[in-house]
């Protein structure tokens, strides 16, 4: 009985503290009904019921809170690195694109440069033989014919030799295989810079200069946009984006990034040799084949248009072996100008020209930069330079040493003497 009072008990007075609870649940809601606002002791109870730990505010916690910022700068950059990854992406598949297009196009004008070299000299000689066929045969109709025959060939031989010197083929095949073989490299060095994974929007900016200053150096089309085949003026090849030019500061004592006195001299050195021997040398050579590339284009025309008039004065005296000679004499000059190449010789050689200009220009652009850690790394950029030219380190630092004794000696016969930068051309 006792037992039972005693549950009894219990239980009314569980049931009171329930309706207690119940009225105190309800008197908070009604005066928190403005601030939405909830008693701490209730949440904590009802978190130890739902199994969760209650959230203490701590003075770690309070610390995390200020860098959010800084995270939120971290992001913003994370988010410009992906951007600036994507547009690499992008350009380095349009580079591949440039390459495989310049690639094309350079073995289809290469089979242009044959193809229409066989056709003039088929008709050259042809023409020729009919002349001389004309000239030892009788008065009458077949006489008539081989004349006829004999101009009509002469002159749509001229007519293929005006197209062929002016956009000369060769020349043009030249220019895309550089192209290709330029855009490739570029390629590599998008390669290269992204899997550093530290691409910024200068890497970016860099790249697309160099696409389009390529495209301006190599054009693809032939109406309006193709290279002077006859400058007046021989320069070298430029394919890269230019930079301020200025001569090299002196008294400069640099000890970071690779760099010190010695190195900036012995760089300095490189630069004298490339300007006095292998720039200069290759514009020379330039200039010798373009002259004699335009007494080539010149001799071609004129010697097919000179017989095709001699193949129409057939029967007249001399008029025959006339016309058979200079047709003879222009199968041997385009086979010279065209078969030989000399189209691709001058291209070549002002390529080289280009790409000693291209080492000269960075060699100047590091030394005449004031902050070492603006410059390339001074050890990886004297490498870089040894194997261009086709040298070790110890030959490389022995050329400089060979052209400051050759710079301080003014006679024109050490000048002669100086060996050039270059073992490669």
Avoid at 21 to 31: E, F, H, P, R
Avoid at 367 to 375: F, N, V, Y
Wanted: charged share 20%.
């Amino acid at each position: 009985m006792a037992t039972l009072q005693a549950a009894s008990f219990c239980s009314s007075s569980s049931s009171s503290s329930f309706r207690k609870i119940k009225a105190t649940l309800n008197a908070s809601k009604i005066q928190s009904s403005d601030h939405l606002y909830f008693p701490r002791v209730i949440f904590d109870e009802l978190n130890r019921c739902n199994g969760l730990q209650t959230f203490q505010p701590t003075s770690s916690h309070t610390e995390m809170i200020p860098n959010i910022g800084s995270t939120n700068i971290r992001n913003g950059e994370a988010i410009s690195s992906s951007k600036a990854m994507q547009e690499l992406y992008t350009i380095m598949g349009i580079v591949a694109d440039r390459a495989e297009m310049h690639k094309n196009i350079g073995a289809q004008r290469d089979n242009w440069n044959r193809l229409l070299l066989n056709s003039v000299n088929g008709m050259t000689l042809t023409g020729a033989t009919m002349a001389g066929l004309a000239s030892v045969s009788g008065a009458g109709a077949p006489i008539l014919a081989l004349k006829l025959s004999a101009s009509v060939l002469f002159l749509a031989a001229t007519g293929i030799l005006l197209v062929m010197n002016k956009i000369q083929p060769s020349q043009l095949a030249e220019e895309q295989r550089n192209a290709s073989r330029l855009f490739k490299q570029l390629h590599e060095e998008i390669k290269i810079t992204l899997a550093l994974q530290n691409v910024t929007a200068n890497d970016v900016k860099d790249v697309t200069e160099k696409v389009l200053a390529l495209d301006k150096a190599y054009p693809l089309p032939l109406l309006g946009a193709m290279l002077d085949k006859f400058p007046a003026n021989v320069e070298p090849a430029v394919w890269w984006p230019h930079h301020l030019k200025s001569q090299p500061e002196s008294g400069r004592r640099v000890e970071r990034n690779g760099w010190n006195e010695n190195l900036e001299k012995e760089m300095r050195g490189v630069l004298g040799v490339l300007k006095r021997k292998d720039g200069a040398e290759y514009v020379k050579l330039s200039k010798v084949v373009l002259k004699v590339n335009k007494v080539l284009a010149v001799c071609g025309p004129l010697f097919t248009g000179l017989a095709a008039v001699g193949s129409l004065c057939v029967g007249l005296p001399f008029c025959g072996s006339w016309a058979a000679v200079f047709g003879a004499m222009a199968t041997v000059v385009n086979s010279m100008e065209h078969g030989g190449q000399v189209g691709m010789v001058f291209e070549m050689y002002r390529d080289s020209a280009g790409f000693f200009s291209l080492m000269e220009e960075s060699i100047a652009s590091n030394l005449m930069e004031r902050e070492a850690d603006k410059r390339e790394n001074g050890e990886l950029f004297e490498l870089k330079m040894a194997l261009l030219l086709g040298r070790s380190l110890s030959e490389l630092r022995d050329l400089a040493n060979c052209s400051s004794t050759t710079s301080s000696n003014l006679s024109s016969t050490s000048q002669d003497e100086e060996e050039f930068a270059s073992k490669l051309f």
